[in-house]
């Protein structure tokens, strides 16, 4: 065998080896991508925006059961309770902000530290707050609250009109709808928000006063009589909320649906679907 037809098997050798690394490299590279992908997903669930479902009616008007959400990690710094099943491994928050007063706000239920809950930040550290005859009293002022036109929704499986016979009744079209007695309530800092007062006098429209303590704030739903809020003790309800326990601040509607269809139930979609709610912002309104 000649030195030239020697090098040229070495050479046939070499290209053989290489057509089979291609494989090799592409099984590699797809690992590479998955994990980044997972990666970056956690990493931006963490720093930057988490999405949650809201499961029940405490936050009527401004949110429905149905909608989904993105909340927004990084306004109030970051605690153990930013990470998935709060394993970050540190007490307190670091770069902390304050919180302001009138944001909707997602954090970890103080009685458990796992349930996910959601409220409207009324009080914030030193505060006194007391309810009185169905209106809010923050710092010893009553706070502004206007009547203003019903809140009327269709009925559907994820709004039932309480079964109260007085919330329900039927439009020209035939179509149950709720209606419910609807306010709107300014802070002393000229935020605004709609809530709803079901129950004149209701248990807990006259409570006694509340002195918030340092490093806590009071949560209070928007629909004022169906909602277990900071109104109740922590064994029954939500208590004081610590700044450790604060995950976000809810920011915009993204989703929603009514309940009356399923995901794979392509052909009531039109009905199914809140489309008007679709990038709603949950930021309150101010003067």
Known sequence: MTKASVEDTKAEKKIIKSKGAPKEESWQE????????????????VFTYEPFNIPSESMLPNLLTGDHIFVSKFPYGYSKHS?????GGF???ILEDPVKRGDVAVFKLPRDNETDYIKRIIGLPGDRLQMKGGALYLNGDKVQRERVP???????????CRDIPQYKFRDADGVVQCRYPQYRETLPNGVSYLTLDLLPNGPSDNTGVYTIPQGHYFGM?????NS????????????YIPSENLVGRAEIIFFSVNGDSELWELWNWPDGLRGPRFFKSLRPDEK
Do not use: H, M, Q
């Not at 990666?39 to 669930?45: K, S």
């Not at 003790?233 to 208590?239: A, H, R």
């Open 221 to 225: 739903g928007d629909n004022r009589d």
């Open 228 to 239: 277990s809020d900071s109104r109740k003790p922590i064994s029954l309800g939500v208590g």
């Open 30 to 45: 797809t690992v590479k991508v998955f994990f980044s992908a997972i990666f970056i997903a956690l990493t931006l669930r």
């Open 91 to 93: 007490d307190g928050r």
């Open 150 to 160: 019903d809140f009327v929704v269709n009925e559907s499986k994820n709004t039932d």
């Open 83 to 87: 990470f998935p099943f709060s394993i």
